[in-house]
């Protein structure tokens, strides 16, 4: 599998280097991996490209340096360093790479980099000197100990004409290095499955109960298990959202059939994670013709379906067990009695019934919660956030099983 960048945000910060020519290809191949990519330029690199090119090939506006009411009016710099999954600054030069060691914040560019909580990824570009410089070997050794991502340089041919170590890299190795870092190999050989989105309770032929899950959270855990190396099967109820590549898909309907699909291969599984909204209740019969309205009056007499989760948790071999708990209110306590109740190793609890996070939205904000110990995950889009959450789960999975 060839690592690509599906629904991840790149925020392509661009400083005053020639290799600045390059960038609307680079755009392009990020495009090409899956990314959405939003441009920042720094000072001086409209020298270099024109922001109207980098604006149609990215299809947003191009953010400029000037702090100026205008340039924060569509998106701010706190709202942009939000946005992204990584920063990536290309080409820096030795200038911005100087800047962002001292962490100055005396431009748009350098202003998101200090706010911003994304992975930094720098692809330096600068003349062979400059690179051999120490001030600027000793910057780097700085910013690879912080954890930035650097992304080259190249050597060869420069543009000053001299020959040397400092040529960024070509766009199409950036943006497949790029993706690369997301693959983390966390969870490489471990098997993890995963149920997703509501259930359909079956009332008769064209009527049915179920919920309002999207099945967006349960899809992106299962993408971001692929990207941490796991083998993945997603059992998911209907939904509407495209399936993640790289996964084995069960599609089922009922909290039945769901039960069914995940015990047929439990034993297999290091890790199981329940994000799916069971219907907690089914009919006790469905109707084989569609209901006629003949009475004023009906009653539909339910009966509980199993709990999965539950049901995997007190399996003799059982895997290591994820759930979630969605309330409405007294969210910690709630989830802290399921996840004993239930017999769990992690619960990943969420308010919902509000407007911004939960059910349907793409943003979703979680408190983990095992025995011991609880950590609050800020509100983030559903795939970073599931992100974050697999790394916790592989880290938790780990400490369990050694
Ligand atoms: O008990 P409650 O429905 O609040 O628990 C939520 C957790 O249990 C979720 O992880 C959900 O996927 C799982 N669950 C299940 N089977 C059910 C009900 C819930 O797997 N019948």
Redesign the pocket.
């Known amino acids: 599998m060839t690592p690509d960048l599906k629904n991840k945000r790149v925020l392509l910060g661009i400083s005053a280097g020639i290799a600045a020519y390059k960038t609307p290809d680079l755009v392009r191949k990020l495009g090409e991996l899956g990314a959405e990519v939003q441009v920042v330029m720094s000072k001086n690199s409209e020298q270099f490209v024109a922001p109207l090119a980098l604006q149609a090939v990215s299809g947003h506006d191009v953010h400029h340096y000037a702090m100026t009411a205008d340039s924060e009016s569509g998106m701010g710099h706190i709202d942009l360093a939000r946005w992204a999954d990584v920063v990536l600054i290309a080409p820096a030069t030795a200038n911005i790479i100087a800047r962002l060691v001292q962490g100055n914040a005396d431009e748009l560019l350098t202003t998101i980099c200090v706010a911003t909580e994304a992975r930094i990824a720098v692809a330096p570009a600068m003349n062979q000197q400059m690179w051999q410089n120490p001030a600027t070997e000793s910057n780097l050794t700085t910013l690879a100990q912080r954890e930035v991502l650097i992304l080259g340089p190249d050597s060869g041919d420069q543009a000053c004409g001299e020959v040397g170590p400092g040529r960024m890299l070509q766009p199409v190795d950036i943006a497949q290095q790029l993706a690369n870092s997301f693959h983390t190999g966390q969870l490489t050989g471990k098997k993890v499955m995963i ?1 997703a989105g509501p259930t359909w309770e079956a009332l008769d032929p064209v009527r049915g109960i179920t919920n309002h899950s999207s099945g967006l959270m349960g899809y992106a855990l299962a993408q971001a298990a692929v990207e941490a190396g796991a083998e993945v099967t997603l059992v998911s109820g209907p939904t509407h959202i495209p399936s993640p590549d790289h996964c084995a898909i069960k599609n089922v309907k009922s ?1 039945l059939d ?2 069914e699909a995940v015990m047929q291969s439990i034993d297999q599984q290091d890790i199981f994670i ?7 209740y089914r009919p006790v019969a469905s109707a084989d013709q569609k209901i006629k309205k003949n009475a004023d009056e009906m009653t539909i007499s339910l009966v509980k ?6 049901d ?1 948790a007190s399996l003799e071999k059982r895997p290591f067990c ?6 409405t209110n007294d969210v910690e306590s709630y989830a802290r009695a ?1 996840l004993e109740r ?1 017999k769990l190793d992690l ?1 990943a609890a969420n308010h919902v019934g509000g407007t911004e996070t939960g059910f349907g939205t793409p943003d979703n904000a979680i408190t983990l919660i095992s025995s011991e110990h609880s950590e609050a995950l800020p509100k983030a889009n559903k795939y970073a956030l599931a992100r974050e959450l697999v790394e916790r789960i592989a880290t938790h999975f780990e400490q369990k099983n050694h």
């Open positions: 149920t909290a769901m039960h329940g994000v799916a909204a069971v219907a907690d379906n199993p709990d999965i989760l539950a995997v994820v759930g979630f708990a969605a309330e399921k239930k619960i």
